[in-house]
């Protein structure tokens, strides 16, 4: 029997990235396909049950949408069907989620597959487009390492931008220890950038590093340890930290001394 409007209501599910799972809608009716703002999804996205009767979209697709309500229109398979769409909405809310790892360190790159990407802010403040990339032709917004660097360790809450009010919510946990290399015969200063934090002193080993030994900058986000005192160290890696304001924690970065 063909359903009637009445035999197959619209209707709505939820999905969050803190505890996502897939999203199965029951139809009672044979299903062809599905689509998203007027457009195809494609089949790697979903499967049709055996019987044909109800429909799973697959949780790494729904992570990818946006937050807020999205219209999924459920094609059913009878030409002659009334209707012959089923429009199920699926509310999208959490957060996205990655790592970064200073000791092995990568970009980090978010999709977000139903929007136009257009910037990315942290606390509040807009990222220098130098630091990341959009390609929206795929969706997707790299945040480059160089700059993941530079952030102090913990969780680290992104915005990115989509079209000219709406975001979602990317939280990066940052860890690991920086490294730098220092050559006796080839002296150079070294400099440590902490964009997110300000500097208030450098310690080696558990002793504080005389001030005469390095210079932090106006503003305090980046610190430079002198080379003169890099060469009177013994070779070998020399582990220093870099004391940080707010409560932040200590940024460990192990410069090695050699010849």
């Known amino acids: 029997m063909i359903p009637t409007d009445e035999q197959v209501p619209d209707g709505s599910s939820d999905f969050s990235r803190e505890d996502a799972a897939d999203v199965t809608v029951g139809i009672g009716h ?7 703002n007027d457009a195809s999804v494609s089949t790697d996205y979903y499967d049709i049950s055996d019987d044909e009767c109800s429909i799973t979209i697959d949780k790494d697709y729904l992570a990818t949408l946006s937050n807020g309500t999205k219209e999924f229109a459920i094609i059913l398979d009878d030409s002659e069907t009334t209707p012959t769409t089923v429009l199920w909405d699926v509310v999208i809310s959490g957060v996205h ?4 790892d200073r000791s092995d360190p990568d970009d980090v790159a978010m999709s977000v597959s139903d929007v136009e990407i257009t910037g990315l802010k942290y606390q509040d403040a807009a990222v220098d487009a130098s630091a990341y990339a959009i390609s929206n032709s795929n969706h997707t917004i790299t945040i480059k390492k160089e700059y993941l660097a530079t952030l102090s360790n913990g969780d680290k809450t992104f915005k990115v931008l989509e ?18 290399s220092f050559s006796k015969a080839d002296p150079a200063d070294i400099t440590i950038a902490v964009a997110d934090a300000e500097i208030t002193g450098l310690k080696i080993g558990g002793t504080n590093v005389n ?3 390095y210079t932090i900058a106006e503003g305090a986000h980046s610190i430079t340890i002198d080379d003169e005192y890099l060469g009177g160290l013994a070779n070998g890696d020399k582990t ?4 940080l304001d707010d409560g932040e924690d200590e940024l460990t970065y192990v410069v090695t001394v050699g010849d």
């Not at 220093?240 to 004391?243: G, L, M, P, S, T």
């Open 30 to 36: 044979a299903i062809d396909g599905l689509k998203l």
């Open 240 to 243: 220093f930290k870099v004391q």
């Open 97 to 100: 989620e990655d790592e970064f």
């Open 163 to 180: 079209g000219t009010t709406a975001y979602d919510e990317l939280v990066i946990e940052v860890s690991g220890n920086g490294s730098a």
């Open 211 to 213: 001030p005469d030994n």
